[in-house]
């Protein structure tokens, strides 16, 4: 297995400070990162411009869900800032989905991806908000949603890739959080897989944020995964 950048690192800080100096131990040629709501909320566009200077290739993780006007000026802001994945949530429709596409339907514009269901969601969770179907149904439901309306990929449960790779075009990126190294602590994820056997069963890309911020020594823990990857 040849490891190719697979690995998304969650810039989960608070300042921009704490971000810009846990990246100066990582090489950017070994990864890719994420920024999120909290650190974008708090730091906004300047943090991307710098991190991108630093030759990262930034996922930048907002979710944009609301009317589709709407999304697809945020979309094309997003490109503007020259990010490398940005994403929406599927369960904002097909419209939505479409105007999505239409917004960065240009050369080199950011892979756009669609979040399913979220990790931390549990079939229980989705019965509570009106969900009849269980978790894997209604991340199928979206997926088929997404890959009609043209976006590059989704956000899943390495639990589900199995079969969403069956089903889905070969170029259709999966991309999946709740990654785990064998024996780390779940924290609030419900739906866990380890870094190899997420790979193994159609990921394309890992998402992983605790396992490697908060350890003592993050760029030797990103190498022992990717180690792992190899191996």
């Known amino acids: 297995m040849n490891y190719n950048k697979q690995i998304i690192i969650a810039l989960d800080f608070s300042t921009e400070k704490a971000c810009l100096d846990f990246l ?7 990864c890719r990162v994420k920024v999120g709501k909290e650190l974008f909320t708090r730091c906004g566009p300047d943090l991307i411009r710098k991190i991108s200077a630093e030759g990262y290739e930034i996922f930048l993780d907002l979710k944009f869900h609301d009317i589709p006007n709407t999304v697809a000026g945020a979309l094309k802001a997003a490109a503007d800032l020259g990010v490398w994945m940005v994403n929406v949530h599927a369960s904002g429709g097909k419209a939505m989905l479409d105007a999505s596409r239409e917004a960065l339907n240009f050369k080199e514009a950011p892979l756009l991806i669609a979040v399913t269901v979220l990790t931390s969601l549990g079939s229980e969770d989705l019965t509570e908000i009106g969900v009849s179907r269980n978790s894997q149904q209604q991340v199928q439901l979206l997926a088929d949603l997404s890959v009609n309306s043209g976006l590059d990929g989704v956000v899943c449960s390495a639990q589900e890739t ?28 419900k739906r866990v897989v380890t870094p190899r056997s997420a790979l193994e069963q159609g990921s394309d890309f890992l998402v992983m944020g605790r396992p490697i911020t908060q350890t003592n020594n993050p ?4 190498d022992s995964i990717i180690q792992d990857i190899e191996s």
């Open 162 to 189: 199995d079969f969403l790779r069956s089903q889905c075009p070969i170029e259709f990126k999966l991309v999946t959080p709740g990654i785990r190294p064998k024996g780390d602590s779940v924290d609030d994820q």
């Open 219 to 222: 760029s030797v823990k990103l």
């Open 24 to 30: 100066k131990d990582i090489d950017p040629d070994r």
